[in-house]
């Protein structure tokens, strides 16, 4: 099962195993829209837990941070919309958001999962004080909107693979102002990598 991969979810309870299998291959399917987007959920939801657990997260939080994660696009309904949140930074990024919370918010199991969906383009601190629309940003959404941005440097790009220095670098100029200081230093304090310089995500 997908939650082997996730030691911090082995406590669950079996309902609760049984829904976060249901959510990875749910999950699977989204990416197979476009070869530019399979396992980008995936990989999120990995780079998320690293994060979560180094955060200390309960174990029922972290299951919801990564089931979250694992569906965190679900509003983006076109294949252009999917490509556009392939950006790095690009234009209305709560819209897709929005619409994932609406989707998922009415089905019981996965009411707590739609609010950090809702959540997850938010910045630390909003530039604008609409943002949010008012509502409180949970930090599991600021742990995925970090996780998201990680999967997508990691992924490289036309030029080749971005390295951990680089990506390093590039979300810690925006700590403290798009992404959770914390968030940020349990991913830099974690080093997931072996000290290969590489994502596990890069294929030779």
Known sequence: MLVSLYTGLMVLEPSRRI????????????????????????????????????????????????????????????????????????ENPQHHARLGYRLLHDFGPLREEAVIIRGHHSWWKPVKEDETGGEQVPPGSHIIHLADRIAILAGGDESGKVGVEDVLEMIGVRKGTVFMPAAVEAFRSRQPLGGSGRFPLHRA
């Not at 998320?48 to 509003?75: C, F, N, T, W, Y």
């Open 19 to 90: 829904l976060f299998d249901l959510v990875a291959v749910l999950s699977e399917a989204m990416d197979l829209v476009s070869p530019l987007v399979v396992d980008h959920h995936r990989w999120t939801s990995w780079f998320a837990a690293q994060i979560a657990e180094k955060m200390g997260l309960p174990s029922l939080e972290l299951s919801r941070v990564v089931m979250a994660s694992l569906l965190h696009d679900v509003g983006a309904f076109s294949l252009k919309e999917r490509l556009d949140t392939l950006n790095f930074e690009f």
